[in-house]
Protein backbone atom coordinates (compact mmCIF):
# COMPACT_ATOMS: atom_id res chain seq x y z
CA UNK A 1 0.00 0.00 0.00
CA UNK A 2 1.21 3.47 -0.94
CA UNK A 3 1.19 6.51 1.26
CA UNK A 4 -0.73 9.49 -0.53
CA UNK A 5 1.93 11.78 1.09
CA UNK A 6 4.91 9.93 -0.55
CA UNK A 7 8.54 11.92 0.33
CA UNK A 8 10.26 14.39 -2.35
CA UNK A 9 13.53 13.75 -3.54
CA UNK A 10 16.56 14.86 -1.47
CA UNK A 11 19.99 16.24 -2.99
CA UNK A 12 23.34 14.60 -1.52
CA UNK A 13 26.52 16.53 -1.24
CA UNK A 14 29.60 14.87 0.28
CA UNK A 15 32.15 17.03 1.31
CA UNK A 16 36.07 16.21 2.74
CA UNK A 17 39.00 18.17 2.21
CA UNK A 18 40.49 18.23 -1.00
CA UNK A 19 37.45 16.18 -3.29
CA UNK A 20 40.01 13.92 -4.59
CA UNK A 21 39.93 10.70 -2.37
CA UNK A 22 37.30 10.24 0.31
CA UNK A 23 33.98 12.67 -0.94
CA UNK A 24 34.78 11.26 -4.12
CA UNK A 25 34.51 7.81 -3.27
CA UNK A 26 31.66 8.66 -1.49
CA UNK A 27 29.77 10.38 -4.08
CA UNK A 28 30.78 7.17 -6.84
CA UNK A 29 29.41 4.59 -4.06
CA UNK A 30 26.04 6.51 -3.62
CA UNK A 31 25.94 6.97 -7.41
CA UNK A 32 26.39 2.80 -7.56
CA UNK A 33 23.53 2.19 -5.73
CA UNK A 34 21.12 5.03 -6.39
CA UNK A 35 21.35 5.29 -10.24
CA UNK A 36 20.90 1.82 -11.78
CA UNK A 37 17.71 1.84 -11.46
CA UNK A 38 17.30 5.27 -10.53
CA UNK A 39 16.29 5.62 -6.58
CA UNK A 40 13.09 7.68 -6.51
CA UNK A 41 14.38 9.50 -3.10
CA UNK A 42 17.72 10.95 -4.60
CA UNK A 43 17.18 13.71 -6.97
CA UNK A 44 20.91 15.36 -7.20
CA UNK A 45 24.28 13.36 -6.03
CA UNK A 46 28.09 15.89 -5.83
CA UNK A 47 30.99 16.21 -3.95
CA UNK A 48 33.11 19.10 -3.21
CA UNK A 49 36.04 19.69 -0.63
CA UNK A 50 36.52 22.56 2.01
CA UNK A 51 40.12 22.96 0.98
CA UNK A 52 40.77 24.73 -2.69
CA UNK A 53 43.71 22.19 -3.43
CA UNK A 54 42.98 20.47 -6.16
CA UNK A 55 40.51 22.35 -8.22
CA UNK A 56 39.42 20.68 -11.74
CA UNK A 57 41.70 17.28 -10.61
CA UNK A 58 39.92 14.39 -11.53
CA UNK A 59 39.79 11.92 -8.45
CA UNK A 60 43.05 10.60 -6.63
CA UNK A 61 43.65 7.68 -9.14
CA UNK A 62 43.72 5.35 -6.29
CA UNK A 63 40.60 6.43 -5.43
CA UNK A 64 39.26 5.11 -9.20
CA UNK A 65 40.82 2.05 -8.71
CA UNK A 66 39.02 1.20 -5.75
CA UNK A 67 35.89 2.16 -7.09
CA UNK A 68 36.95 -0.01 -10.49
CA UNK A 69 38.18 -2.88 -8.57
CA UNK A 70 34.41 -3.11 -6.89
CA UNK A 71 32.65 -2.69 -10.38
CA UNK A 72 32.05 0.93 -10.43
CA UNK A 73 33.45 1.89 -13.66
CA UNK A 74 31.31 4.79 -15.14
CA UNK A 75 32.60 7.72 -12.36
CA UNK A 76 33.79 11.25 -13.60
CA UNK A 77 33.94 13.75 -11.32
CA UNK A 78 36.19 17.34 -11.06
CA UNK A 79 37.19 18.57 -7.85
CA UNK A 80 35.33 21.78 -6.77
CA UNK A 81 35.52 23.49 -3.28
CA UNK A 82 32.73 24.00 -1.15
CA UNK A 83 30.40 27.44 -2.08
CA UNK A 84 28.50 28.09 1.31
CA UNK A 85 25.98 29.91 -0.05
CA UNK A 86 24.64 27.80 -2.89
CA UNK A 87 25.47 24.47 -1.48
CA UNK A 88 23.71 24.98 1.33
CA UNK A 89 20.63 26.09 -0.57
CA UNK A 90 21.15 23.10 -3.36
CA UNK A 91 21.49 20.29 -1.20
CA UNK A 92 19.30 18.62 1.50
CA UNK A 93 22.42 16.66 2.93
CA UNK A 94 25.71 17.97 2.89
CA UNK A 95 27.54 15.20 4.57
CA UNK A 96 31.21 15.64 5.78
CA UNK A 97 33.94 13.03 5.89
CA UNK A 98 35.66 13.43 9.29
CA UNK A 99 34.85 16.03 12.40
CA UNK A 100 37.41 18.66 11.29
CA UNK A 101 34.95 18.93 7.51
CA UNK A 102 32.22 18.74 10.18
CA UNK A 103 33.35 22.01 12.54
CA UNK A 104 33.99 23.84 9.27
CA UNK A 105 31.03 22.97 7.65
CA UNK A 106 28.91 24.01 10.25
CA UNK A 107 30.42 27.40 11.04
CA UNK A 108 29.94 28.07 7.36
CA UNK A 109 26.17 27.10 7.62
CA UNK A 110 26.06 29.23 11.08
CA UNK A 111 27.36 32.32 9.32
CA UNK A 112 25.15 31.85 6.60
CA UNK A 113 21.95 31.61 9.28
CA UNK A 114 23.24 35.21 10.62
CA UNK A 115 22.78 36.74 7.33
CA UNK A 116 19.04 38.39 7.25
CA UNK A 117 17.46 37.08 4.22
CA UNK A 118 18.37 33.23 5.20
CA UNK A 119 16.34 30.94 7.61
CA UNK A 120 16.96 27.75 9.10
CA UNK A 121 14.40 25.71 6.24
CA UNK A 122 16.18 27.62 3.04
CA UNK A 123 19.64 25.45 4.47
CA UNK A 124 20.30 21.92 3.99
CA UNK A 125 21.08 19.55 7.14
CA UNK A 126 24.85 19.45 7.59
CA UNK A 127 25.67 15.66 9.24
CA UNK A 128 28.57 13.78 9.91
CA UNK A 129 28.74 11.01 6.87
CA UNK A 130 29.62 7.74 9.65
CA UNK A 131 26.72 8.85 11.77
CA UNK A 132 24.78 6.47 9.80
CA UNK A 133 28.02 3.69 10.92
CA UNK A 134 25.77 2.73 14.25
CA UNK A 135 29.60 2.95 16.09
CA UNK A 136 29.63 5.50 18.96
CA UNK A 137 31.91 7.79 18.44
CA UNK A 138 35.41 8.37 19.97
CA UNK A 139 35.06 11.27 22.32
CA UNK A 140 31.64 12.25 22.31
CA UNK A 141 29.19 10.93 25.04
CA UNK A 142 26.32 9.15 23.38
CA UNK A 143 26.60 10.18 20.00
CA UNK A 144 27.03 7.53 16.90
CA UNK A 145 29.54 7.90 14.12
CA UNK A 146 32.73 7.44 12.79
CA UNK A 147 35.23 9.50 10.87
CA UNK A 148 36.55 8.23 7.10
CA UNK A 149 40.45 8.79 7.79
CA UNK A 150 42.04 10.40 4.88
CA UNK A 151 43.91 7.84 2.92
CA UNK A 152 45.73 10.08 0.98
CA UNK A 153 49.10 10.05 2.42
CA UNK A 154 48.72 6.03 3.21
CA UNK A 155 48.77 2.40 1.01
CA UNK A 156 45.78 1.12 -0.57
CA UNK A 157 44.67 -0.36 2.51
CA UNK A 158 43.49 3.18 3.45
CA UNK A 159 41.30 3.49 0.30
CA UNK A 160 39.64 -0.19 0.63
CA UNK A 161 38.50 0.80 4.53
CA UNK A 162 36.84 4.33 3.38
CA UNK A 163 35.20 2.05 0.10
CA UNK A 164 33.86 -0.17 2.74
CA UNK A 165 33.06 2.42 5.01
CA UNK A 166 31.05 4.39 2.09
CA UNK A 167 28.96 1.22 0.85
CA UNK A 168 28.03 0.91 4.64
CA UNK A 169 26.89 4.32 5.61
CA UNK A 170 25.49 4.89 2.08
CA UNK A 171 23.21 1.81 2.34
CA UNK A 172 22.38 2.98 6.06
CA UNK A 173 21.50 6.72 4.60
CA UNK A 174 19.18 5.33 2.34
CA UNK A 175 17.30 2.90 4.55
CA UNK A 176 16.85 6.02 6.93
CA UNK A 177 15.77 7.48 4.49
CA UNK A 178 13.59 5.18 2.71
CA UNK A 179 12.08 4.55 6.76
CA UNK A 180 10.92 8.53 6.75
CA UNK A 181 13.67 8.68 9.43
CA UNK A 182 15.20 11.50 7.74
CA UNK A 183 12.77 14.69 7.74
Same mark, same amino acid.
Given at each position: ??? &??????? &?V?? !?C??N??? $???A?? !?F? &???T???? #??? $?T?? $?????? *????S? #???????T???N???? *?????????????L???? *??? @??????? @??????????????? !???? &???? !???F???? %????? %??????????DD #?? *?????G??? @????????????L?R??? %????
Amino acid at each position: MSD &SKSPKPV &SVLF !VCLGNICR $STMAEG !VFQ &SLTTNPPH #PLI $STID $SCGTGA *YHLGSS #PDSRTMATLRKNGITS *YRHSARKFSPRSDLEKFD *YIL @AMDDENL @ADLEALRQRELKKAD !VDEE &SLGR !VMLFGEFG %GKMRK %GRRGEKGEEIDD #PY *YGGDDGFRI @AYEQCVKFSKEFLERLER %GELS
